[in-house]
């Protein structure tokens, strides 16, 4: 470029937006930018440097968009994807309350994320026939699909303070596997379609083009490293935490923005936002006359209090919307024939028939991805389940962590690696205990940390074998553990496929209890454990019911 700025852009500064030096002929664009909100309307807590925190919620945001669209430079609201899943909300109103809170907010793009497929066709489209903002896609053809034939378009043009703006769309094609598109909706190479968009916005003399991309960070910078036409790419999926905070509880992953040349040379920014509406992205840029990136400036937004109240209508709106909600958290989704054990004690030590029965809905949950094998680990389970009725709250006290399902494949080695990492502290109870399903395992206490797991054996078709420690095993993890969480650096280094399917594990296991109706779970010898001194027996070591259910 023949002048760059790159200006580290806090707090203040960024609610302040204080413009670029004006270069001849130049277009200043603010892009304010979410993704992966799932539903999350609600403000939710966080630990920030030791103290209990609010952060984000749909009023929040909304009070911090106006304040922006007054003073930032022709602002630009987009969301790369992922609105739908993730909170009961969604449940109720399949995404219509989220679109209400997205018109108020005024969001002009949003990215077709593969969570809005998780109902199939028709839902989407009556969340899209009733969007006053436009959904793109470049890569999504639904030109077969009748419920969406006319309602996603590759790319938008929108004018924005005098200016012709693109922003193309891209969706990962990991949806035809993790979400319920069905057969009639394809997905494409992202990069062609892409490429082509650009072109053909070019063709139109739009030279100021953005890429709204619902790949993952890790894609989108592959891909602007390919791409020729569009300098700006906003992310999402791969839920992704940008930027420099205080907090010694945040890890970001990359600088916002994070800066990757293109095949010309050019610098490309590579923005996202986190998860949740837990984070807001601001980022100025500005374009010369041919479109040409000039100077760029931003900072992501941590939503705590100090950053804007919340709206007071939307917040009474929002109580409106939260009425159903409370009323479903009651409802009955399934009935346990037994006790469904999540005592400390149990599933941190030893198999537990909730343990197994939660692993078995991971793999459920993601079976048309291939999934064999689950892990789950003990302190992820927070209480049990009595005989009796199963209620949606009841669910949510069991796994409170809104974790997500992260598909990833393992070599023997590496699954073999986590075992021992689970049975390491087992003294100690510690909350790394994996509850499994699709295997077997037997660890000795005699043995020291390390090599206490002396046999493992994979279920199959023709029944259970020895684990192979160079086969490479399709696994479905929480999203926690996969991030290396409970000592599972294993799980983090792992290079093989990883997808985070998004899929909230509480939700899953409702989905699953709901296809079972009746819960009859009992112990089925997928963990044992040698030389175990007897005064740590449970009583409930004897405690077995028939039946056992499985996968």
Same mark, same amino acid.
């Given at each position: ?9 806090? !707090?203040?500064?960024? !609610? ?95 990215? !077709? ?88 916005? &070019? ?119 939260? &009425? ?32 197994? &029965? ?194």
């Amino acid at each position: 470029m023949k002048r760059r700025e790159v200006l580290k852009a806090g !707090l203040a500064a960024s !609610l302040g937006l204080a413009g670029f030096s004006r270069a001849q002929g130049a277009f200043t664009l603010t892009l304010v930018h979410t993704n992966d909100t799932h539903a999350h309307l609600e403000p939710m807590e966080l630990t920030l440097s030791g103290k209990k925190t609010p952060v984000g919620g749909v009023a929040q945001r909304i009070a911090l968009f106006d304040r922006l669209r007054v003073r930032a430079k022709n602002p630009l609201f987009l969301d790369a994807g992922d609105v739908f899943q993730g909170t009961l909300y969604f449940n109720q109103y399949r995404g219509l309350a989220d679109r209400y809170f997205m018109h108020r907010a005024l969001y002009r793009v949003m990215a !077709l994320g593969n969570h809005e497929f998780d109902l199939g066709p028709a839902p989407l489209a009556e969340f899209l026939k009733g969007a006053r903002f436009k959904v793109v896609s470049a890569n999504t053809d639904v030109s077969r699909e009748p419920a969406l034939k006319g309602l996603v378009a590759p790319y938008a043009v929108l004018w924005v303070g005098g200016e012709r703006v693109g922003v193309v769309g891209l969706t990962t094609p990991d949806t035809k596997e993790i979400a319920n598109p069905g057969p009639t909706v394809a997905f494409l190479d992202p990069y062609e379609s892409a490429q082509k968009a650009v072109y053909e916005l &070019l063709a139109r003399g739009v030279n100021k083009i953005l890429v709204l991309s619902h790949l993952g960070y890790g894609e989108d910078l592959k891909l602007a490293r390919r791409l020729v036409g569009a300098q700006v790419i906003v992310g999402g999926h791969s839920h992704t935490l940008l930027g420099s905070f205080p907090h010694k509880e945040l890890s970001p992953l990359g600088p916002y923005p994070t800066v990757v040349k293109n095949p010309e040379g050019k610098d490309v920014l590579v923005v996202q936002a986190w998860e949740w509406g837990k984070v807001v992205g601001v980022l100025e840029v500005q374009f010369g006359p041919t479109g040409e990136l000039l100077a760029y400036k931003g900072d992501a937004l941590l939503m705590t209090p100090e950053v804007a109240p919340e709206d007071a209508l939307a917040k009474e709106a929002l109580k409106a919307f939260a &009425l159903p909600v409370q009323a479903l958290f009651q409802q009955v989704i399934a009935r346990a024939k037994v006790d469904l054990v999540g005592e400390r004690a149990i599933v941190r030590r030893r198999e537990s028939n909730l343990g197994n &029965l939660i692993a078995d809905g991971m793999v459920w949950k993601t079976r048309g991805a291939g999934v064999q094998i689950a892990l789950q680990n003990g302190g992820g389970i927070r209480a049990s389940i009595p005989a009796g009725p199963i209620t949606v709250g009841k669910v949510y006290e069991v796994l409170p962590f809104g974790n997500t399902l992260v598909v990833m494949d393992l070599k023997g080695r590496e699954i073999l690696a986590a075992l021992e990492n689970g049975v390491s502290q087992w003294e100690a109870q510690a909350g790394r205990f994996l509850q499994v399903s699709g295997l077997r395992y037997a660890f000795d206490l005699a043995r020291p940390a390390g090599s206490r797991v002396v046999r493992v054996e994979v279920k199959t078709e023709k029944g259970f074998v020895p684990l192979d420690l160079e086969a490479t095993y399709r696994v479905v993890v929480n999203n926690f553990i996969a991030a290396g969480g409970d000592g599972f650096e294993v799980l983090k280094n792992a290079q093989g496929y990883r997808v985070d399917t998004g899929f909230s594990d509480a939700e899953s296991f409702m989905d699953y209890l709901k296809a079972l109706g009746e819960v009859e779970a009992g112990l089925e010898g997928r963990i044992e454990v040698l030389n175990e001194p007897k005064t740590e027996r449970p009583a409930y070591w004897a405690y077995r019911v028939p039946g056992p259910v499985g996968v």
